[in-house]
């Protein structure tokens, strides 16, 4: 069986990376909202926008979105991101009974390659796919997967991207609550499943 990970929200924690970019794109006195006030909003879907114009009216939005998009893929923020507790034990598990692949949309592809390489998990996937192009997420990811699939594959992911390309494409779903989305959010989505996180995926898949 081939089975489709995505890889930030997924295999991977990036909250703390996502906090940290907006302290640093902030970069004024102004008091910052923590941590778990500014996730939250994320996993809501909350725009960035609405966020500083509620709590940093006085902050220049086209200034702090561009910093914080420069900074998103940067290796100094990038070791703010942990993987998901058990995932590796998870990869290597399943490696030799399934058919793994890795699919995200990271721009730096350097940056990207080098962060697995650090995680210790490159080896565990047949491929690794990575569409750094512009345009909608769910058509990159799409693009990264339809040469690969067949209609028993499952994708598992954290947004919308990950759900409705596989809708699209007609392979089973699997939303994971560890990323950027919350279950309100994900339950909209209408996905075959929704776990935690990844390391139920094994469970779940002996079950179906």
């Given at each position: 069986m081939k089975i489709f990970f995505d890889f930030d929200g997924t295999l991977i924690d990036v909250s703390e990376r996502y906090y940290q970019i907006y302290c640093a794109a902030i970069n004024t006195n102004s008091c910052l909202i923590p941590f778990e006030i500014y996730w939250n909003?994320?996993?809501?879907?909350?725009?960035?926008?609405?966020?500083?114009?509620?709590?940093?009216?006085e902050i220049n939005y086209n200034g702090?979105?561009?910093k914080?998009?420069?900074?998103?893929?940067d290796p100094a923020f990038l070791k703010y991101d942990k993987l998901i507790h058990?995932?590796?034990?998870?990869?290597d598990n399943i490696k030799n009974i399934h058919d793994?692949?890795?699919?995200?949309?990271?721009?730096?592809?350097?940056s990207f390659h080098k962060q697995l390489n650090t995680l210790k998990i490159e080896s565990f996937f047949t491929n690794i796919e990575n569409n750094s192009s512009n345009g909608k997420s769910w058509e990159r990811k799409i693009k990264l997967i339809q040469h690969l699939y067949?209609?028993?594959?499952?994708?598992i992911g954290d947004t919308e991207a990950d759900v409705k390309a596989g809708q699209i494409l007609g392979m089973r779903t699997c939303?994971?609550?560890?990323?950027?989305?919350?279950?309100?959010?994900?339950?909209?989505l209408k996905p075959n499943y929704i776990i935690s996180t990844v390391i139920e995926f094994p469970e779940?898949?002996?079950?179906?």
């Open positions: 909003y994320k996993r809501e879907r909350v725009a960035e926008e609405k966020i500083i114009q509620k709590h940093h009216p702090y979105e561009k914080r998009i420069s900074l998103i893929e058990g995932a590796r034990d998870m990869l793994l692949y890795l699919v995200t949309l990271r721009n730096n592809s350097k067949d209609r028993s594959s499952w994708i939303a994971v609550l560890s990323g950027i989305r919350n279950k309100d959010k994900l339950k909209e779940l898949l002996e079950k179906v």
